[in-house]
């Protein structure tokens, strides 16, 4: 009996021509697709593996010989077919050059996407592109747009200033000098922003700017205090803030158009320029501060938008996170949006006040921003008195019981909301109001005292005061006489005296008539006081009596109940800070930064958006 092979089927010529039709991914050796890395020992690891498809293609090349027999009987291989435009590029063959030919091929070249439009991977692609072009000044006039576009399309370039500092220094030098140039240019030339430059500097924009920030050096921890701890700072910080300096030059240059830019700066544009806030580097958030700012004014159709995505960073801290490192920087912009609000106020300003700002008085960390925040709660009570109730009534439920330090802020907040309060929203919450700082004379710290009792110094306060004095000095007549003996600091005793004084020169028969109510419900109190003593003197005596009580005082303490006693006997008592030496590089280019624009203008609102 014969066994017979089973019969295999050979592969066809169609089996091998479909396999090397299908187009090739640009892939890295992981098998992910490839990113704008700049490192040597990726480019590396990407040739040996073009080296390595090279030797698997003659061996297929070489099957296909042996199994047809395509040069043994005579037969020529059929010529490659030209390469469909629409396919990708294959991996062995050159980058194609920029197309700066005409100016129709730079528009039609470039993608509206705030991402790159082909990733550089290679050492030769990086070659090509950082060169040292010829300067715009220099240049024909008919040949600068093509030149500047060539120089924008070069600072898309990234470069690796954390881990390798002391790489591709010649090409970073490229770069920066491309960026100065452009600054330079732009600046001081007029009609150079043409319809082609507006995508290739809003991709360039995007793609050195826009990037997952670095998780938080000490988020939420116990010993973070924003006020001690430095910051994280950019190391492409040297790139980065000229990239938003020729952004910044862009925007504010009397040749930009809205409604050419406007296909660009979109909805997608502002949400990533939005979660840029985070970043620990105060010297980028003032320059993100500034161009959201000129966004915000420049384009109509975001602003409602804009408006809505900051309220939705507000209500993630206030009820997710409480940690955000921009909130001072967003309340500044808000600042300058509310004092340009038209009137009358509409409700969705209004609700903005109430859901959003007063809650942000809650947060642990209202020092970092609370100057700002005080700054736009003080802009619509001027823009709107009627809402003075509603919003001094939220500030005095949020008051810090056990935060002496939040407590002196919220003094200096509310004697700011009294500098512009109207005499008729006063007394509407005189009664809440002095009830609040009668405690707050009354407090052992001495700050809080003494920045409550600094309200009898400004002159608009006493005026208010001196016209209701028969509602308010009933109120504070307690906590200021008990004061002028008891309080242990002697500043507060002058401070004390000086509001006495005030009051009894408003209206002495009022003060006297306060005065003899006060002994009288003294007297009655030590009444009470005594008629307790009593009562518990009496309570003791018949306990004293009861034959079980000297049982109970000779049992020892359980074990427990020990261990509770002694439980916080050893635990010492500590302040931390930092835990780092403070660094003098930080220090020096946080002395160094000069901020774009020291205060943003107000944003006239018009339209009414």
Not at 3 to 12: E, G, I, K, L, Y
């Amino acid at each position: 009996m014969v066994h017979t092979r089973p019969a295999v089927r050979a592969p066809s010529r169609a089996m091998f021509a479909a396999a090397d039709s299908k187009p090739r991914r640009a892939v890295s050796p992981l098998g992910i697709p490839k990113s704008p890395s700049f490192h040597s020992g990726l480019d590396l690891v990407a040739s040996q593996t073009t080296k390595r498809s090279e030797s698997v293609s003659d061996v297929a090349r070489a099957f296909r010989i042996a199994l047809f027999g395509m040069e043994a009987q005579g037969q020529q291989p059929k010529a490659p077919s030209p390469p469909d435009a629409r396919s990708p590029p294959d991996a062995r063959s050159p980058p194609p050059p920029l197309p700066v030919t005409s100016t129709p091929n730079v528009a039609t070249t470039t993608t509206t996407t705030v991402s790159p439009e082909r990733p550089i991977t290679s050492n030769g692609e990086r070659e090509n592109l950082m060169v040292q072009l010829a300067l715009l000044k220099d240049a024909p006039a008919a040949e600068r747009e093509q030149l500047f576009v060539q120089k924008i399309r070069q600072c898309c370039l990234l470069f690796d200033f954390a881990d390798e500092p002391l790489s591709d220094l010649k090409w970073k030098e490229v770069k920066r000098g491309a960026l100065l140039e452009m600054v330079e240019y732009i600046t001081s030339q007029r009609d150079v922003i043409t319809e082609a430059i507006y995508p290739e500097a809003v991709n360039m924009f995007a793609v050195n700017l826009f990037r997952t920030l670095p998780p938080s050096s000490n988020p939420n921890g116990a010993e973070f205090d924003p006020e001690e701890d430095e910051p994280t700072l950019e190391a492409a910080w040297p790139h980065l803030q000229l990239v938003y300096e020729l952004f910044l030059r862009l925007l504010e240059s009397p040749d930009f158009q809205p409604n050419i830019a406007k296909k660009y700066i979109d909805q997608k544009f502002v949400l990533q320029l939005l979660e840029l806030f985070d970043t620990e580097d105060p010297r980028e958030r003032d320059f993100l501060k500034t161009t959201l700012h000129r966004i915000y004014g420049k384009f109509l159709v975001l602003r409602a938008y804009i408006r809505k995505q900051i309220n939705n960073v507000f209500y993630r801290f206030i009820y997710e996170t409480e940690h955000h490192n921009g909130i001072a920087e967003l309340l500044e912009i808000l600042g300058s949006i509310i004092n340009g609000f038209a009137l009358p106020l509409k409700e969705e300003h209004k609700q903005f006040l109430l859901r959003v700002l007063l809650p942000l008085h809650k947060a642990k960390s209202l020092s970092v921003y609370h100057p700002q925040l005080a700054y736009c709660v003080v802009q619509f009570l001027e823009k709107d008195p009627s809402l003075t109730q509603p919003v001094v009534r939220a500030l005095l439920k949020y008051w810090p019981k056990t935060h002496s330090p939040k407590e002196v802020m919220f003094l200096n907040e509310m004697e700011e909301i009294l500098d512009v309060i109207e005499p008729a929203e006063f007394q509407k919450i005189m009664d809440p109001l002095f009830r609040q700082l009668a405690k707050c004379v009354s407090s052992p710290h001495f700050q809080v005292a003494e920045r409550a009792l600094y309200y009898w110094n400004n002159e608009y306060i006493m005026s208010l005061i001196s016209d209701n004095a028969t509602h308010i000095l009933p109120i504070m007549f307690p906590s200021l006489y008990c004061n002028t003996k008891s309080h242990w600091n002697k500043t507060i005793h002058g401070l004390v005296y000086n509001a006495l004084k005030l009051f009894m020169e408003m209206n002495q028969k009022l003060f006297d008539e306060c005065t003899q109510q006060f002994r009288q419900e003294k007297e009655k109190e030590t009444e009470r006081l005594q008629q307790r003593e009593e009562l518990w003197q009496r309570l003791e005596a018949v306990a004293a009596a009861n034959p079980a009580c000297r049982q109970l005082d000779s049992e020892p303490l359980t074990p427990d109940a020990e261990i509770r006693k002694n439980h916080n006997a050893t635990k010492p008592l500590l302040r931390k800070k930092s835990d780092l030496p403070p660094d003098a590089s930080t220090v020096k280019a946080l002395i160094e930064h000069k901020r774009p624009d020291p205060y943003l203008t107000t944003t006239p609102d018009a339209d009414k958006c």
